[in-house]
């Protein structure tokens, strides 16, 4: 069976990257590609694929935002497998409880593609063998009766699904909560409760969060980047390596780096220099107008 997909991005260097990654297997044909989320909704009434990998973070509209869009046309068109691509982690709950066939983190490692892969074709498995009413969602349908005992179609039952995961997209479209104005960290035998203004950066390191300040260094309690992301203004923080968040106002400099890449140089007392992932490039470019 030949799947059939659809890569959107808005990064021409991600689109190549992950296409060259899909055909290393023979089973996939890469039918069209698209920029932004408009586009792979289009894309989508087009081609019908069988999966769309799908940026998360795009202009105008976002990926959940095109999950929506395609939800609301599922009535009409079958629902394809989605796949999100994303450079946080954070997104990856969000990608399941969107019923999100998978998700891939940029940069891509061969082995998840390949891995992702494998579950789009049980997936599309499932769907041939009639154990799926739609093509983008596992959840298998039963076909329910009405007063009269009569067994009557699934239609409704399949309704009732998108209508929920439509509602669930907005409920995670909520206003975030506020966050601490302060956060607590380890020092030697000392809690100290530091603002959020004067961190630099925070790094993780063997599972040990580290966060410096202009004047000191110390550990937090949270147990992952993603934990004390929770707790700090995403205004002011940007996740700008996998293993480090910086501070936007306690950058120094913008170092240029090989190919095209870039690093931060921090202004805490050691003037840290810290890596930006590709996939954050262009993020780092809306900020300072590169």
Same mark, same amino acid.
């Given at each position: 069976?030949?799947?059939?997909?659809?890569?959107? /991005?808005?990064?021409?260097?991600?689109?190549?990257?992950?296409?060259?990654?899909?055909?290393?297997? /023979?089973?996939?044909?890469?039918?069209?590609?698209?920029?932004?989320?408009?586009?792979?909704?289009?894309?989508?009434?087009?081609?019908?694929?069988?999966?769309?990998?799908?940026?998360?973070?795009?202009?105008?509209?976002?990926?959940?935002?095109?999950?929506?869009?395609?939800?609301?046309?599922?009535?009409?068109?079958?629902?394809?497998?989605?796949?999100?691509?994303? @450079?946080?982690?954070?997104? @990856?709950?969000?990608?399941?409880?969107?019923?999100?066939?998978?998700?891939?983190?940029?940069?891509?490692?061969?082995?998840?593609?390949?891995?992702?892969?494998?579950?789009?074709?049980?997936?599309?498995?499932?769907?041939? @063998?009639?154990?799926?009413?739609?093509?983008?969602?596992?959840?298998?349908?039963?076909?329910?009766?009405?007063?009269?005992?009569?067994?009557?179609?699934?239609?409704?039952?399949?309704?009732?699904?998108?209508?929920?995961?439509?509602?669930?997209?907005?409920?995670?479209?909520?206003?975030?909560?506020?966050?601490?104005?302060?956060?607590?960290?380890?020092?030697?035998?000392?809690?100290?409760?530091?603002?959020?203004? /004067?961190?630099?950066?925070?790094?993780?390191?063997?599972?040990?969060?580290?966060?410096?300040? $202009?004047?000191?260094?110390?550990?937090?309690?949270?147990?992952?980047?993603?934990?004390?992301?929770?707790?700090?203004?995403?205004?002011?923080?940007?996740?700008? $390596?996998?293993?480090?968040?910086?501070?936007?106002?306690?950058?120094?400099?913008?170092?240029?780096?090989?190919?095209?890449?870039?690093?931060?140089?921090? /202004?805490?007392?050691?003037?840290?220099?810290?890596?930006?992932?590709?996939?954050?490039?262009?993020?780092?470019?809306?900020?300072?107008?590169?």
């Amino acid at each position: 069976m030949t799947i059939r997909a659809v890569i959107v /991005d808005d990064e021409q260097l991600a689109r190549q990257e992950l296409e060259y990654l899909l055909l290393k297997s /023979d089973d996939v044909e890469i039918v069209a590609q698209g920029s932004n989320g408009v586009e792979a909704v289009e894309l989508v009434r087009a081609h019908q694929p069988d999966v769309v990998f799908l940026d998360v973070q795009m202009p105008g509209l976002d990926g959940f935002a095109v999950l929506k869009k395609l939800l609301e046309k599922g009535r009409k068109l079958p629902l394809p497998n989605i796949v999100f691509a994303t @450079a946080f982690d954070r997104y @990856a709950v969000r990608a399941f409880e969107v019923n999100a066939v998978d998700y891939l983190l940029k940069p891509f490692d061969e082995r998840r593609v390949r891995q992702t892969l494998d579950r789009v074709r049980s997936r599309l498995a499932e769907v041939v @063998a009639g154990s799926s009413s739609t093509a983008g969602l596992s959840t298998k349908l039963p076909p329910s009766k009405d007063a009269s005992n009569e067994t009557v179609p699934a239609a409704n039952a399949v309704d009732d699904r998108l209508d929920a995961l439509v509602r669930l997209l907005e409920q995670q479209q909520a206003p975030v909560k506020s966050t601490a104005a302060k956060v607590v960290l380890r020092v030697g035998g000392r809690l100290l409760l530091v603002e959020q203004r /004067d961190i630099c950066f925070a790094s993780i390191e063997e599972g040990t969060i580290s966060v410096a300040t $202009h004047s000191i260094e110390g550990h937090s309690n949270c147990r992952t980047l993603e934990e004390l992301l929770e707790l700090l203004d995403p205004n002011l923080f940007w996740r700008a $390596h996998r293993s480090f968040v910086v501070n936007i106002h306690r950058i120094q400099e913008v170092v240029p780096w090989f190919k095209s890449s870039y690093q931060l140089r921090m /202004d805490d007392r050691r003037h840290t220099e810290i890596p930006v992932s590709r996939g954050q490039t262009k993020r780092l470019r809306e900020l300072f107008n590169l």
